[in-house]
């Protein structure tokens, strides 16, 4: 078994790279693929109006309260409880629907950059804030042929984005803020990361796509994050290695050559040295 991934609008890159669906008819539209892991080539948010059940994200089940916001970063795995009766919203995008500029102004919002806290309960005033900008993202939509939808819709998200973060800083001790130009390009190069933690890529070659030296990635990574580049593409490649280990019956060989190792010997010996155990005992472990 290899997970699943699926993309939006792959085919067909003139269209729209933004998509509301009522979330109890996309489950029903979606059968029993929601139902098992799988991963997204662009964000995914996801808010679920009723509570009952559970919601996994990558290796953690998370219960569902009312108003549960789950924000899905591409690349991340998740999957619906197949007893859960969900009613809600789920919004596609990928990141260059947001683009403006030279920036990427989707980098600077860290709610789906935090794998230790991937949702929030929405409470009270921010409830009727959140409702009151997806109905007029839905109204847009419905104007696909008046001049400057597109930047509507694309500018309400952004703000809906923006009230989501503020609920994130308030529950987040480490939320990034944005004193200087280091916080922008250690996103900067987060986003590259995720895009080429396997292709065997060194610290050197980030540096260079971002245009700086080596010595100054260290120091943009230890400045916000007191990491090495070396410790943040490391987690990144074990995150990768739990997560087929977990998910997918793909033999220790063919994960390492998916991850980039020429030699599966040494990704066993990699692995065993960030995680104390052999991909095995691992595979093993969590059953």
């Given at each position: ?51 009952g ?5 990558d ?13 899905i ?30 920036v ?76 200087d130009s280091?916080e922008?390009?250690?996103l900067q ?9 396997s ?31 070396s ?14 280990l977990?998910f997918?019956?793909?033999?220790i060989?063919?994960?390492a ?14 692995f ?14 969590i059953g």
């Amino acid at each position: 078994m290899e997970i699943e991934q699926y993309h939006l609008h792959k085919e067909h890159p003139e269209k729209l790279q933004f998509e509301v669906y009522d979330l109890e008819q996309y489950l029903k539209n979606s059968g029993e693929h929601a139902l098992l892991p799988h991963t997204h080539s662009y964000y995914q948010i996801l808010w679920i109006f009723n509570e009952g059940g559970v919601h996994f994200v990558d290796f953690d089940a998370y219960e569902v309260k009312a108003n549960t916001i789950f924000f899905i970063s591409k690349n991340q795995i998740h999957y619906f409880d197949k007893n859960a009766t969900h009613k809600g919203i789920i919004i596609h995008f990928n990141e260059n629907f947001l683009m403006h500029s030279d920036v990427d102004i989707f980098l600077k919002y860290t709610v789906f950059n935090n794998q230790q806290r991937s949702f929030h309960v929405l409470k009270g005033e921010t409830i009727d804030l959140a409702h009151s900008y997806m109905n007029l993202i839905k109204m847009e939509l419905s104007n696909r042929d008046e001049f400057g939808y597109k930047h509507v819709i694309r500018n309400l998200l952004k703000s809906f984005l923006i009230v989501l973060e503020r609920l994130h800083c308030k529950t987040n001790q480490e939320s990034i803020k944005f004193y200087d130009s280091y916080e922008l390009q250690y996103l900067q190069f987060r986003d590259l990361l995720e895009t080429h933690y396997s292709e065997n890529y060194s610290v050197a070659n980030f540096a260079s796509k971002l245009n700086i030296s080596s010595k100054t990635l260290n120091t943009i990574t230890h400045s916000v994050v007191s990491k090495t580049p070396s410790e943040l593409i490391s987690e990144r490649i074990i995150l990768e290695a739990k997560r087929l280990l977990s998910f997918t019956d793909l033999k220790i060989n063919e994960i390492a050559y998916k991850l980039g190792f020429e030699d599966a010997s040494y990704f066993v010996k990699y692995f065993k040295r960030h995680v104390k155990k052999s991909p095995s005992e691992y595979r093993l472990i969590i059953g």
